[in-house]
């Protein structure tokens, strides 16, 4: 019997919940395949269109490859892991936090990369000509790489310094510090590009002759 297929005494498999997780990995697969499919048309068109600005090219080209890494490799991989921990398989706990891990980091990046394009939405609507500026191409990949590279920096710096037999290695919230993290460059980015997206909305709503007065 191969290591992933031993229970360990201390772990009860809960029949019903095993079974809801098998169907609920059958789904999150076929979402995986239809995310690359589509990412992976929109990193094509982008490749191929000339008319688009350098910058904001840049700036879709990450998030797209972000979008295409998670559904080709992290999203399956975390699927796993939890499926593997609800039916109680004896794997590694080094093994399952690699899975866990690159799924939170690379999932984390994406609503970061999200957040900054909302973020540029705004600027481009309410000061056009400062969007001039932090849209080349040079200052956009500098923010990007400050931001992304920061994301991995914190995460890595978290997962690293856990100890693996105390902790549930499939729930990185529990981790020291990893609550604040999530609410820190997690659930901020979402909140932060909601906002940025209804003052867009809502500045587009006002008459132009209202908005110069």
């Not at 105390?166 to 932060?192: A, C, H, Q």
Request: glycine fraction near 6%; include cysteine.
């Amino acid at each position: 019997m191969s290591s992933s297929d031993q229970t360990p005494a201390d772990c009860e498999v809960d029949a019903f919940i095993a079974g809801w997780k098998v169907g609920a990995l059958a789904v999150e697969v076929l979402t995986s395949v239809f995310g690359v499919v589509g990412s992976g048309l929109s990193l094509w068109c982008l490749l191929s269109c000339k008319r688009i600005q350098e910058g904001m090219k840049l700036q879709l080209f990450l998030f797209f490859s972000l979008l295409f890494l998670t559904n080709l490799v992290a999203m399956p991989g975390a699927a796993v892991a939890e499926l593997w921990a609800v039916q109680c398989r004896q794997v590694s706990a080094a093994v399952q936090m690699a899975l866990v891990g690159f799924y939170t980091i690379v999932a984390t990046m994406e609503r970061n990369a999200f957040a900054l394009m909302a973020a540029y939405r705004w600027v481009a609507v309410c000061w056009p000509h400062k969007y001039k500026i932090l849209s080349l191409r040079v200052v956009v990949a500098l923010l990007n790489g400050f931001v992304l590279g920061g994301v991995v920096i914190l995460w890595l710096t978290v997962f690293l310094e856990q100890d693996l037999d105390t902790i549930d290695v499939s729930n990185p919230s529990v981790y020291k510090m990893g609550r604040e993290l999530y609410f820190g460059i997690l659930l901020t980015p979402m909140i932060s590009a909601l906002v940025a997206y209804v003052a867009v909305i809502v500045v587009v709503s006002i008459p132009s002759w209202l908005r110069e007065v």
